[in-house]
């Protein structure tokens, strides 16, 4: 099986822009969650998607905001860009079966994400 | 206050040598996952644990949810074994928790 894709792997943008990060499961997989890293933050919770809703929500602005498809295909959207946004954005995929379940997570290789 | 606190944050070894890392978590949890990332930022799970032990290869996993804290183990380290290992939890309100990480360098 093809493992998590993530896309773009590279992206540098302008303090005020908006960013759409795209992630693609491992197929089977129906859960899909974000991270963000930063070497200051280390790694946080961004949310978790399960079968096209939102299940859970870290602490982050609502700029911060993303979605799922029916493919469980997800995206993330980031609006209007701070210079404290630039940072790794991983994504996994797992083939939890519902809330309180914990399955494996597979991680994405990341969108390394420069705002200047 | 960290809801996940790792130990040692930084780790030179010798290869061969038996390498122990420590995570404490202060959540009620459903699942306990040690993660791998390798410079360049790919992570690999591991393992997760919701109780007792696990062995992958030279690596054991343990977990005293009682204690709430696990270990993860590298026995006969090699430098291959070189990377930032990372504790995260899941908390019983599905909310995940992270460690900062232990960065580990085998020597040859």
């Known amino acids: 099986k093809a493992g998590v894709t993530q896309t773009p792997r590279y992206l540098i943008k302008t303090r005020g822009q908006q960013v759409t990060l795209s992630c693609s499961p491992i197929?089977?997989?129906?859960?899909v969650s974000w991270y963000q890293q930063t070497p200051g933050q280390g790694l946080q919770f961004l949310f978790e998607y399960f079968s096209e809703t939102q299940r859970n929500k870290g602490n982050f602005p609502g700029r911060f905001s993303g979605r799922q498809f029916s493919n469980s295909r997800s995206e993330m959207n980031v609006s209007t860009l701070e210079l404290g946004d630039s940072a790794l954005y991983l994504c996994?995929?797992?083939?939890?079966?519902?809330?309180?379940?914990?399955?494996?997570?597979?991680f994405g290789p990341g969108t390394r994400l420069t705002v200047t | 206050k960290n809801e996940v606190e790792q130990s040692p944050q930084n780790l030179t070894a010798q290869e061969g040598e038996f390498i122990t890392i420590n995570c404490s978590y202060s959540?009620?949890?459903?699942?306990l996952h040690w993660l791998q990332q390798h410079p360049g930022g790919g992570i690999v799970s591991l393992f997760m644990?919701?109780?007792g032990k696990k062995k992958h290869g030279r690596l054991i996993a343990t977990i005293n949810i009682q204690e709430k804290h696990s270990s993860l183990h590298i026995t006969a380290s090699h430098p291959r074994d070189s990377a930032v290992y990372i504790c995260a939890v899941r908390s019983y309100f599905n909310k995940f928790y992270f460690g900062s990480g232990t960065k580990l360098n085998v020597k040859p």
């Open positions: 996994a995929s797992s083939p939890t079966g519902g809330a309180g379940s914990s399955y494996e997570q597979y």
């Open positions: 644990l919701s109780s």
């Open positions: 197929s089977g997989h129906r859960s």
């Open positions: 959540v009620g949890i459903s699942a």
